[in-house]
């Protein structure tokens, strides 16, 4: 089982930038495809990013192509989302989970509970 625990989410105004993180616990998490979603109210969750088990690899929504990072430290058990240019669409419950495999974007084994982004005027 891996446990993770997303934090940095805040209220930022357009324009701003964030970054997210996601600690890992329980196991290891270099041999995992790490991932972050996103759920606005009222809509379905959406793909965020990817980030492939030692880095190599990774795989962009297209609302967030341009302006958001993914990366991952696997010595420190952790993968993170540096969100720039932030837009009002961008407001909503990041996140991470992660997975075994080899495709980016499939379904994922294990989740976080989630970090409020809220993006203002």
């Known amino acids: 089982q891996v446990q993770l625990v997303e934090s940095g989410g805040g209220l930022v105004q357009t324009g701003d930038s964030l970054r997210l993180s996601c600690e890992a616990s329980?196991?290891?998490?270099?041999?995992?495809?790490m991932g972050w979603f996103r759920q606005a109210p009222g809509k379905e969750r959406e793909f965020v990013a990817a980030i492939s088990q030692v880095g190599q690899s990774t795989a962009y929504g297209d609302s967030v192509k341009g302006r958001f990072t993914i990366s991952r430290d696997n010595t420190k058990n952790s993968a993170y989302l540096q969100m720039n240019s932030l837009k009002l669409e961008d407001t909503a419950t990041y996140s991470c989970a992660a997975r075994s495999g080899r495709q980016l974007v499939a379904a994922y084994d294990y989740w976080g509970q989630g970090t409020q982004v809220t993006v203002s005027s």
């Open positions: 329980g196991r290891t998490i270099k041999t995992y495809i």
